[in-house]
């Protein structure tokens, strides 16, 4: 793939970790600490799209905040362009910006109910571009609506006129206004009808091809990451269980907890849909602030041995496909 493709994004051991005060009444406790992302690599090409899946809590939008710096990395490198985003001054940082952009999971929460599609979608540009004359912004902004499906005569309605599904296609076009190099899609569907979920996710896949975009897609839905993304990151607990190309990753998932996810995901046939075995997962996720020893997996495993509680796995394999799993050869 490095021969065929500009690698644009490097991350290395990305760690967050965020420090929670002790509830002890006593003022010498020490704060503990929640560890929402906990040494991730990633390796993300032009054009390609990159789905990460996991159960809520598993730190995922975290994972995409750090990236573009919302939250701050407590170790680890991103890699963006040949530069380390996370050694970049605040100034140098919103500079970055413009290349790199974010979709959220809410489309009408994310969007300011006081300003109007128009003014929505040109803020970037007025933010990153001050000299340009209102007409040349109408005018990119107009272009930029008709890619995204929207109509120009909605330019002065506000988010509330809208549907979730036209509410999501403005914080596309807003997004896409600067044109960007890649965009971290934070569950962007999640909030959305299914059949809206399909209009989005096929929206994103047409732009993508026409624009040359990068895209990190965040989801609960399998069978959304499985139409969109070339490669699959699998998280569980802020680690990373499984990783590779989205066909071998589908067709033979080798860690447990990717099992259970897979098995999870409707098949369009009845008879097969009535005959497959749901592998259910006992118990809850657990703390983050209080992680299992050795795999983070292993309270929950079906398969756990005593050697998962003293070791902790890292991911083997290659690019295609890599797993973290003792008992994975």
Not at 35 to 51: F, N, P, R, S
Request: glycine share 6%.
């Amino acid at each position: 793939m490095e021969a065929e493709k500009k690698l644009i994004l490097d991350i290395k051991d990305l760690k967050v970790h965020f420090s929670i005060a002790s509830k002890s009444a006593w003022p010498w406790s020490k704060p503990a600490t929640l560890k929402a992302v906990d040494g991730i690599d990633i390796k993300l090409y032009e054009g390609e799209t990159l789905g990460v899946v996991g159960e809520s809590g598993c730190g995922k939008s975290t994972l995409a905040r750090a990236i573009i710096g919302l939250v701050q990395a407590t170790e680890g490198n991103v890699v963006w362009m040949g530069q380390d985003l996370t050694k970049l001054e605040d100034e140098a940082m919103r500079l970055k910006r413009k290349e790199i952009q974010m979709i959220f999971q809410d489309p009408l929460a994310s969007l300011n109910p006081r300003m109007s599609v128009g003014d929505i979608i040109s803020e970037p540009l007025r933010t990153f571009y001050p000299n340009l004359s209102k007409d040349e912004i109408k005018e990119q902004v107009k272009e930029m609506m008709d890619k995204v499906g929207l109509l120009p005569n909605v330019i002065n309605r506000y988010p509330h006129e809208f549907s979730g599904g036209q509410c999501q296609r403005i914080g596309i076009a807003r997004a896409l206004i600067l044109k960007p190099k890649m965009i971290i899609c934070d569950e962007p569907v999640s909030a959305l009808d299914v059949s809206i979920q399909a209009q989005v996710v096929n929206l994103l896949k047409e732009l993508q091809k026409d624009l040359g975009l990068s895209l990190i897609f965040i989801a609960h839905d399998l069978s959304v990451v499985k139409h969109i993304s070339d490669r699959v990151l699998v998280m569980y607990l802020g680690t990373a269980v499984e990783f590779g190309e989205c066909a071998p990753l589908f067709s033979e998932p080798q860690h447990p907890y990717t099992k259970a996810l897979m098995s999870a995901v409707p098949i369009p046939d009845p008879k097969l849909e009535r005959a497959k075995k749901i592998q259910m997962l006992e118990g809850d996720l657990p703390s983050p602030i209080n992680p299992p020893s050795g795999c983070v997996f292993r309270t929950r495993c079906p398969v756990a041995t005593e050697a998962c509680s003293q070791t902790k796995p890292q991911l083997k394999g290659d690019e295609v496909h890599s797993v973290s799993c003792l008992l994975v050869p």
